[in-house]
């Protein structure tokens, strides 16, 4: 279920496409967040981040361009996403563009905005220097009271828009601590990281507002709709997760627009931030080279995968196509053996329960640790029945062996010439150690090291 984020002030930054309301978003929360370009409509789902702002922790939120459009239009569900979010608002920084004058979308939205019993904060950006400052004297007609004269590009008037953002906040003893009030070791836990990826149209958003219960993330049929990487929190029975909605991953050859190719970067910074990565896979479509590109890209990342197939109610020859994805995997993702598989439905939400169990199993294996007595007696019996092999005329010892890691589980082996053992003992290895303790899916490290055993010259 969805995790309540009111015990902080909501700030909430609305206005019309291409005002720049990004960009105050990234100013106010002092790096880059969202994405940032001048193509009007770049911002499509709400993105919130928690900041300070001068000691006040608050909660604020970015929003899509408001325009009057169709409800069931693209910019029609990004309106009523918007309008969602002014709903959970304590302030709304209403920002409108001092270069462009009074739009009739601004007169609209200022109009609907007065009837919402919410405090407006009137922000007129792009108001640099005395032209911007006649600008925004003009913005007095709209209702709003004292519009406040910014430049989020360059930073000017922020200072002062902050001050009233914070003037306009509820007082703190007002506001809702409970969530602070708990046990300790809750405020030590971190919440899982968890990225949802896939190629454009898999279903990942769908998959999220699934997840939340609520219709948080934009869908449609449209591929491409996410455009940047949306973070939201979610808690299950072991507690909380922060999970990352991201835009769909496409060969490189077919990414050509600069907008693209920022939603991709977004997409691959939460896949590296992510613990564990749940792989979206349109299951009609079957597994694509591409997801497998991406599966390998979450293996050299170290993450753990879990593979998500989407759209299975609507598969009539299941178990062929359960077998077939499953050898497709076992050739092609040797390195994955075992990856958790888990099939539902997004759209109807049948079987999506199965998955948040599924990502914690996956998390524990990717932090397993093996004891080193067991390890050690595992290394005795599989150097046993397969000695490592001769290279150069001479055979090649490994002594011993100790786990330095988990996240994902990394091993050192010490011996000689241990930078000579071929990969095919190695992945000899790697197999033994994930069926012997029991580590699907995981990715598993291997170091080498030459080295004396410490313990070859000791007395009895």
């Known amino acids: 279920m969805a995790l309540s984020t009111k015990s902080l002030p909501v700030v909430v930054i609305a206005g019309r496409p291409n005002v720049g309301k990004s960009t105050l ?24 981040v928690d900041i300070m702002l001068r000691g006040r922790n608050v909660s604020l939120v970015d929003t899509a361009g408001w325009e009057e459009d169709d409800p069931q239009t693209v910019f029609g569900r990004m309106r009523q996403s918007s309008e969602s979010a002014v709903a959970s608002a304590d302030v ?23 009837k919402q019993g919410k405090v407006i904060i009137l922000t007129v950006n792009k108001a640099e220097g005395h032209a911007g ?34 003037d306009a906040l509820p007082n703190e003893e007002d506001e809702d601590f409970d969530a602070f009030e708990d046990d300790e070791n809750d405020n030590i836990d971190r919440p899982l990281k968890l990225a949802i990826i896939g190629r454009p149209n898999a ?47 496409r060969r490189k050859a077919r ?18 931030m992510a613990e564990v990565v749940v792989l979206v896979i349109d299951a009609e ?44 995997i076992e050739i092609s993702l040797t390195q994955m053996s075992g990856i958790f598989t888990v099939s539902f439905s997004a759209l109807t939400g049948r079987g999506v329960h199965k998955l948040l169990p599924t990502v914690r199993r996956a998390y524990a294996v990717w932090n397993k640790r093996v004891p080193t007595g067991a390890l050690n007696r595992w290394f005795e019996e599989a150097i046993t029945r397969h ?27 010490f011996g000689t010439r241990t930078s ?27 170091q080498f090291r030459d080295s004396k055993n410490p313990y070859a010259n000791a007395k009895d």
């Open 25 to 48: 978003f990234n100013r106010l929360a002092g790096r880059r967040y969202a994405i940032v370009n001048d193509q009007p409509g770049v911002t499509r789902d709400r993105k919130s």
């Open 92 to 114: 709304v920084i209403f920002c409108v563009d001092a270069r462009s004058g009074i739009h009739p979308v601004d007169q609209h939205l200022a109009q609907w905005l007065r």
């Open 133 to 166: 400052n006649v600008a925004a004297m003009e913005m007095y007609s709209l209702g709003l009271g004292e519009p406040y004269p910014v430049s989020a590009e360059h930073g000017d008037g922020v200072g002062d828009l902050i001050e009233a953002v914070l």
């Open 203 to 249: 279903g990942k958003s769908t998959l999220v507002n699934q997840l939340l219960g609520e219709q948080r993330v934009i869908t449609g049929p449209e591929a491409g709709l996410t455009r940047d990487s949306i973070t939201v929190r979610l808690r299950d029975e072991e507690g909380e997760i922060e999970l990352v909605d991201t835009a769909g991953l």
């Open 255 to 272: 990414i050509d627009e600069t907008l693209e190719k920022m939603s991709v970067s977004a997409s691959l910074v939460a896949l590296k």
């Open 285 to 328: 479509l079957g597994v694509h080279e591409q997801d497998l590109q991406i599966a390998r890209l979450v293996e050299r990342e170290g993450r753990c995968c879990i593979l998500a197939l989407n759209k299975w109610d609507i598969l009539e020859n299941r178990d062929e196509v359960r077998q077939q994805i499953k050898d497709r």
């Open 387 to 413: 000695n490592p092999p001769m290279v150069e005329g001479r055979r090649l010892k490994i002594r011993y062996i100790t786990q330095i890691k988990a996240r994902p589980p990394t091993f050192v082996l």
């Open 420 to 446: 000579k053992i071929p990969m095919d003992y190695q992945r000899y290895l790697v197999n033994g150690l994930r069926a012997t303790f029991d580590m699907p899916g995981t990715p598993i490290r291997l």
